[in-house]
């Protein structure tokens, strides 16, 4: 348990980049991957698909596809859906975890027209395509341990920056991290923010070849979402 507490204690963040080649890990169930894009087509046309978002109703209010509706993961199996109908799941969660779960669900729940969009929420975004919501601009959220090791199991495109100092890095090991230099925390962050606006040159190496979902690790004493919309102006990144 003592281990167990260690590592959730830790300030995860997760900024994702999306390049426009989809994240797709391998899986055994039977949805199938749609284009943002097609997705958006289809919904002007006034198609028989259902674009459904399952986050929870406060991210889906700061934030959501337009055209999406709003039905929560967990009440997804008590909806009644018309057999007819197309349905499209999306999330903005690590490795779209949550939306392949829920798919799965929907699928072993006997509906046969079920597929998860590619990239999620900041596919969406990233082809430009509209937006509704309270905010528009870049967001961030925390992930858990959890999420990261489930990522890393399923060999989710992810890079890990970790922002701490080498203190607190040998006292809680992140797996696969690469650790940021830098005198201090702002340093550190200003360093990855340059990094990925190309004005400087870091031993940092960033693979932007692919999509890649960057987690940054930030020390125990850090208030994360403040840093993250001070430097919001300088990473060109969603996160989720």
């Not at 949550?98 to 990239?119: F, I, N, Q, T």
């Not at 040998?170 to 190309?198: H, Y």
């Amino acid at each position: 348990m003592k281990g167990e507490r260690k590592l959730t204690c830790l300030s995860l963040f997760i900024v994702l980049l999306i390049f426009g080649t989809s994240i797709q890990a391998s899986c055994a169930v039977e949805w199938q991957w749609i284009a943002p894009q097609r997705v958006y087509s289809l919904l002007r046309e006034r198609s028989s698909l259902w674009l459904i978002d399952i986050r929870n109703k406060s991210a889906f209010e700061n934030l959501h596809a337009e055209g999406a509706m709003h039905i929560a993961a967990d009440s997804l199996l008590t909806r009644m859906f018309p057999r007819q109908k197309t349905l499209v799941i999306v999330d903005d969660s690590l490795g779209l975890r949550m939306a392949r779960d829920a798919a799965a669900l929907l699928v072993k729940s006997g509906h046969e027209k079920v597929y998860l969009m590619e990239d999620g929420l900041p596919g969406w975004r990233a082809e430009k395509l509209p937006v509704v919501g309270n905010r528009t601009g870049s967001q961030f959220r925390r992930v858990t341990m959890g999420d990261l090791q489930w990522a890393l199991q399923n060999r989710i495109p992810v890079q890990i920056l970790d922002l701490r100092s080498k203190d607190e890095q040998a006292g809680g090991i992140v797996p696969k991290a690469e650790s940021v230099p830098g005198l201090d925390l702002k340093e550190r962050l200003l360093s990855v923010a340059k990094r990925f606006s190309g004005k400087e040159s870091t031993p940092l190496t960033l693979n932007l070849e692919k999509p890649a979902t960057v987690v940054l690790v930030f020390p125990l004493e850090a208030d994360p979402l403040l840093l993250m919309e001070q430097f919001a102006g300088i990473l060109p990144v969603d996160a989720c």
